[in-house]
């Protein structure tokens, strides 16, 4: 059987790693998802999603300065809204990642995090869930 949810978020940055493994931890607990694999999905073209290290918060910060080493905002860029290093950035980290559930709770690795990736903010953004049992 398949469930569905939804998540707002708020971001600050332009480029942002926001942590939000404990929204999703909650939102399946409220919902009492048990065990079966949940898909987290990102519904924006400029924002993705990642699984990383979740106990040092200077992994976040790194990444989030690699990503803009990696893919600068380009005046060369022929995109005329002028965020197409934010398209970039979240087609390289992906729209989507599934964890699997057990007894209620994200069956993650010990320092594994769930993050939205934030590339064209600050924004109010979607998270889509799909739980399936």
Not at 11 to 29: G, H, N, P, S, Y
Request: net charge negative; with cysteine; proline share 3%.
């Amino acid at each position: 059987m398949q469930h569905t949810a939804e998540l707002s978020v708020s971001t600050k940055k332009r480029t942002q790693l926001l942590a939000i493994t404990r929204q999703v931890e909650d939102l399946a607990a409220q919902n009492g998802w048990r065990d079966g694999v949940l898909t987290v999905f990102i519904p924006h073209t400029t924002a993705g999603i990642t699984i990383n290290e979740n106990a040092d918060p200077d992994v976040a910060r790194d990444m989030e300065w690699f990503s803009n080493e990696l893919v600068p905002q380009h005046s060369h860029f022929r995109h005329t809204e002028g965020n197409s290093d934010a398209h970039i950035k979240a087609s390289l980290h992906g729209s989507s990642v599934q964890v699997i559930v057990r007894d209620g709770r994200l069956w993650l690795g010990t320092w594994q995090g769930i993050y939205f990736c934030e590339f064209d903010g600050p924004r109010q953004r979607k998270v889509y869930l799909s739980f399936s049992s």
